[in-house]
């Protein structure tokens, strides 16, 4: 006769309580059940597990130490049945995330593949939109989590966010550029040249920020939402650009070489950064993606921070 997880409760109850009736009634079950059970569990182990007198029952020296490993078994089997639940809870939906187009097209592709294969039914619904756009929709609760660039966050009242990538901008220009030669790139130096201005996810509202910080203004030739289009402009010698190192390419569509260099003035870093409602908890399915996210972008961050103590990286 095999043992029964039922008997198991049976008796940790009975043997907890000291009272079979008692026992009983917060088993919410009749007492000869609980009886049955126990007798049934006895004959199967081969000895008596607990004792019967007026006063209730007592537990056997045998009855003690199976006591022990009954709690251990029921125990076990709880946490399965509760870690198996959990599971069944993240796969029965699918995570919303916002992304900004810069994120959804350099940043986010590669590590939400591994997310997926390393977490198997779990699905993924994308919604790419401007910043006020996902913002909103995180607050209205359309969407449970945004990977996007944190640095242009408005309404941070109501919105929580965590750092994932920290990027440097840079100076882009053609390898036969005259600003080049110079041994130090200030912003004055670059605001003497033909300059191409990057719309893409309120890229120029950030380079006027900085720019106008400094008493300075660039001398756009050109405005555009493509990147591929800038390096092509870049790459061509029709004009610099300041942008985020997570976004260069050494060479643009028509094969043009496209050189790194650094600023000798400081403009601020281009942060991706996870963003979700303060006033709401994570679940964990939205926890377990942001997790993953975090663990698998800090090898990018710190490799990012080797790139940027170089002087000058040419392409």
């Known amino acids: 006769m095999s043992i029964s997880l039922k008997q198991l ?7 907890e309580v000291g009272r079979i009736s008692q026992a009983a009634s917060e088993l919410n079950i009749s007492q000869s059940a609980v009886t049955i059970a126990i007798q049934q569990l006895e004959m199967t182990v081969g000895t008596r597990l607990l004792v019967r007198s007026h006063d209730g ?3 056997t020296p045998a009855g003690t130490r199976f006591l022990s490993r009954s709690r251990d078994i029921l125990s076990a089997v709880e946490e399965c049945v509760n870690e198996t639940r959990r599971s069944t809870a993240l ?35 994308l919604f ?18 945004a990977v996007m660039l944190i640095s242009n966050l408005v ?32 912003l004055t130096e670059v605001a003497k040249y033909p300059y191409v201005m990057l719309t893409t996810d309120e890229s120029s509202s950030t380079t006027l920020r900085y ?3 400094q008493g300075l203004k660039p001398k756009t030739v050109f405005r555009t939402s493509s990147i591929e289009a800038v390096r092509s402009m870049v790459g061509s010698g029709l004009g610099v650009t300041i942008l985020s190192e997570l976004i260069y390419r050494p060479r643009s569509y028509d094969n043009q070489r496209i050189e790194l260099l ?3 003035d400081t403009v601020p870093t281009m942060d991706i950064g996870l963003v979700w409602r303060t006033d709401s908890d994570l679940p964990p399915l939205t926890q377990a993606f942001c997790d993953f996210l975090q663990f698998s972008s800090s ?7 080797e790139v940027h103590k170089g002087q000058r990286h040419s392409a």
Do not use: C
């Open 128 to 145: 790419e939109g401007p910043r006020s756009m996902i913002e909103q929709r995180l607050i209205d609760g359309e969407l449970d989590l």
């Open 155 to 186: 309404l941070t009242e109501q919105l929580s966010s965590k750092m994932l990538l920290r990027s440097v901008r840079r100076l882009w220009v053609a390898p036969s550029h005259p600003i080049t030669r110079l041994r130090s790139i200030t």
């Open 91 to 125: 796969i029965a939906r699918t995570l919303r995330v916002g992304v900004s187009p810069t994120v959804a097209g350099y940043f986010l592709p590669r590590y939400l593949a591994k997310f997926q294969t390393n977490a198997l039914g779990i699905g993924t619904e």
């Open 57 to 59: 029952v007592s537990v």
């Open 211 to 213: 720019w106008t910080a």
């Open 262 to 264: 650094d600023l000798a």
């Open 9 to 15: 409760r049976y008796f940790v109850a009975a043997a």
């Open 299 to 305: 090898g990018d961050d710190r490799a990012a921070m």
